[in-house]
């Protein structure tokens, strides 16, 4: 399999023309078209997820799942440049998906009558719905996904003549095709209502928090911070790119909008081109490990495992500190090799400053995180969130325009009431407020420029979620076939048999299932296939729950790092004129210690704030935290050190191979192998304050 860039991106930026707002679209009337759908596409998810329109969860999947197909095949086409009849094919496909989700909306009580015994109409269309989603996941990100897809499903239909242990009892086409494109076990399972509900939303809340300036805010707080320090613009990526993660929902989408900004910037103070790209992959992808979003992997995982969102942000929250550690301490390490300098304060912008003039951003994001902490559905919180970002983008926007500090100071008090009323009254209040103030910026320039942002924003959402629709899409295949057939017990029988005599094998084997399986694949299908496949295992081994869909999904987002695909490193190759290859290797360098963690917290599950472990048993759950999160840095030092091989002071082979052979030890939970981990640590750090410090050039 071989790297697939995502050919949205390939549209010029000059292709709208006069019109700025399709920038991202085609030229033309396609252009025109496509950007008006994408806008009706967020519209209609925003309404149904507010609950102003009301339509049955089946219905709101089927239409998601429309608008992904009319959007998808003809913006392709597009942005390939292909010819009328390629485009004409396109618009085929569209009209095709278009006309599944009408059925579906049409018949949707009949076919709830009739389930597991289809009309010959029903089969056509389910077909027609398979055939699509296949083809624009292909489209889209390449083969990877559509053919492991289509393994699956062909599985289901053959599996019946393979050996032992494949072999299943068999079933028809026709209960296939039923089972795959009808209710809620194949392509409209729980990816899809999850892509339906929570994930868009939070797509288009980071769009419109990108719109306002937030990416901005980010980097010059980033700068302010550390732009100063050893290495600073590398520190920056690192910093802005896990800021980032925080709101946006796919980590090769980071590489490309903060990658921007900091590969050229590292490069210019004398980090190599590889070790940039490498740098920014490895720190976006982290974003996707980041709560609160997590690349909306959070929500999938939360509702897969029957949680309250809040335990999936509990278990994530300790390694992806720890993940961005690593990565500092990385840079830190590099920059000190090559004496790299951070850059003059004069030059930088102010952290506090820029805090000061964009704070509003900040109160949607902190508003956000309160309601997921404290129990509100996602999709509660999502909708919420969203709501009071465009209420303060439109209420900011009249608040700027007005000649006086007072008169800006009850705008901005009437907004918090709003707020207020809202939480007493509903979300009622919050769509009469937004309506009212669209109505007033209509009068006046400003609020005409800030009314094009929110519809830009509207579509910029909308089409940054088409990867992700679409793949929860195939991917519900997947789910569908395992849960007809069975599949995820025989290689989890494998795995069980191998751990029930070598865990850290079975862990060994599964991480690279997951980097296989996750190669060319966004993180969300990736998550959901090998989470489905290995995570069941891991349980059966004793590895906490969460522990281990954790470690799955870990490995997951590590796989757009590793050769020879690496999505991301590859995104970030055109930035940082560099082959991708040579940044997935820098990128893994970087990223050392992240492959590490995993492994800790399934032997000390405190890493996770998850009870259980030897440890936890031996000493207490709260000085077995403590214990392993020291120990997790002691490791990620080391880690480093052997990596860079510098610390102060140029060090030799045999020394980092001492460095590595003690972090290694320390990845355990046993007392033995800990004492031996401090003590090889212990040795390192005499032997390294023992070297010579090179002079000053």
């Known amino acids: 399999?071989?790297?697939?860039?995502?050919?949205?991106?390939?549209?010029?930026?000059?292709?709208?023309?006069?019109?700025?707002?399709?920038?991202?679209?085609?030229?033309?009337?396609?252009?025109?078209?496509?950007f008006w759908i994408a806008v009706a596409f967020s519209t209609f998810q925003i309404v149904t997820a507010a609950h102003l329109l009301d339509l049955p969860s089946q219905v709101t999947r089927a239409l998601h799942v429309g608008f992904l197909m009319l959007m998808t095949f003809p913006l392709v086409a597009a942005a390939r440049r292909r010819g009328t009849g390629w485009k004409t094919v396109a618009w085929a496909f569209a009209a095709a998906g278009v006309a599944v989700a009408l059925y579906q909306w049409w018949q949707y009580q009949p076919l709830i009558m009739r389930a597991g015994r289809p009309l010959p109409m029903d089969l056509a269309i389910g077909v027609t719905a398979l055939v699509t989603v296949f083809a624009a996941a292909w489209v889209l990100m390449g083969p990877a996904l559509p053919i492991i897809s289509g393994t699956f499903l062909a599985y289901t239909l053959l599996g019946q003549y393979l050996p032992p242990p494949l072999i299943h009892r068999g079933y028809d086409f026709?209960?296939?095709?039923?089972?795959?494109?009808?209710?809620?076990?194949?392509?409209?399972?729980?990816?899809?209502?999850?892509?339906s509900t929570y994930i868009f939303l939070f797509i288009l809340f980071g769009a419109f928090l990108e719109?306002?300036?937030?990416?901005?805010?980010?980097?010059d707080v980033a700068l302010g911070l550390f732009g100063h320090k050893q290495g600073g613009a590398a520190k920056v990526a690192v910093v802005s790119s896990g800021l980032m993660g925080t709101i946006s929902g796919s980590g090769v989408a980071n590489v490309v909008t903060t990658g921007q900004f900091t590969i050229p910037l590292m490069k210019r103070f004398g980090y190599r081109a590889a070790f940039a790209g490498g740098v920014e992959s490895t720190a976006s992808m982290g974003g996707q490990i980041m709560p609160p979003v997590m690349g909306a992997v959070a929500f999938i995982m939360a509702e897969t495992l029957g949680v309250e969102y809040v335990e999936?942000?509990?278990?994530?929250?300790?390694?992806?500190?720890l993940y961005f550690l690593s990565a500092f301490w990385m840079v830190h390490l590099e920059a000190g090799k090559h004496g790299l300098r951070g850059l003059s304060k004069a030059e930088l912008p102010s952290a506090l400053g820029a805090l000061r003039e964009n704070w509003m951003l900040i109160v949607p994001l902190g508003i956000l995180i309160y309601l997921l902490f404290t129990g509100y559905t996602p999709l509660f919180a999502g909708t919420v969130g969203l709501g009071l970002t465009v209420l303060l983008i439109l209420g900011g926007s009249i608040a700027l325009g007005l000649p006086s500090a007072v008169l800006r100071a009850i705008v901005w008090v009437g907004l918090g009431l709003v707020a207020a009323a809202f939480l007493q009254w509903g979300i009622e209040v919050l769509v009469v407020a937004i309506a009212a103030l669209v109505a007033v910026c209509v009068f006046f320039k400003g609020g005409r420029e800030t009314l094009l942002l929110c519809r830009d924003s509207l579509a910029d959402g909308a089409r940054t979620a088409l990867p992700v629709g679409v793949a929860c899409a195939l991917v519900g295949v997947i789910i569908g076939a395992m849960t007809l057939t069975g599949a995820a017990n025989t290689f989890g029988q494998f795995i069980v048999a191998v751990g029930q005599n070598n865990l850290f094998l079975s862990l060994v084997l599964t991480m690279i299932t997951c980097l296989l399986l996750g190669m060319g694949i966004p993180t969300i299908p990736n998550y959901i296939i090998t989470s489905s496949i290995a995570g069941p295992a891991l349980l059966e081994l004793g590895v906490p729950l969460i522990v281990s869909h954790m470690f799955v999904f870990y490995f997951g987002i590590l796989a757009d790092l590793t050769p020879p695909v690496a999505l991301a490193c590859f995104a970030a190759a055109p930035i940082a004129k560099e082959s991708g290859l040579r940044i997935s290797i820098e990128a893994i360098k970087v990223a050392a210690a992240g492959f590490v963690i995993p492994f800790m917290a399934v032997y000390s599950p405190a890493l996770m704030l998850q009870a259980g472990g030897p440890l936890a048993e031996a000493i207490g759950y709260w000085p077995a935290v403590a214990w392993i999160i020291t120990k997790s840095l002691l490791s990620i030092g080391l880690w480093g050190t052997a990596v860079i091989g510098w610390v102060?002071?140029?060090?030799?082979?045999w020394l980092r191979a001492l460095a590595m052979i003690a972090a290694f030890t320390l990845v355990a939970a046993w007392p033995v192998t800990d004492w031996i981990g401090l003590a090889l640590a212990l040795l390192v750090a005499l032997l390294i304050r023992r070297r010579p410090v090179p002079a000053a050039a």
């Open 1 to 34: 399999m071989t790297a697939h860039p995502d050919p949205l991106t390939d549209i010029p930026a000059e292709a709208g023309g006069p019109d700025h707002h399709i920038s991202a679209f085609p030229p033309g009337a396609t252009g025109h078209w496509l």
């Open 174 to 195: 026709e209960q296939v095709i039923d089972h795959m494109a009808f209710g809620t076990e194949g392509i409209y399972g729980i990816p899809i209502y999850v892509s």
């Open 211 to 219: 719109k306002a300036g937030m990416i901005r805010l980010f980097t």
């Open 312 to 321: 999936v942000v509990k278990a994530a929250i300790v390694p992806a500190i």
């Open 648 to 653: 102060g002071r140029p060090l030799p082979a």
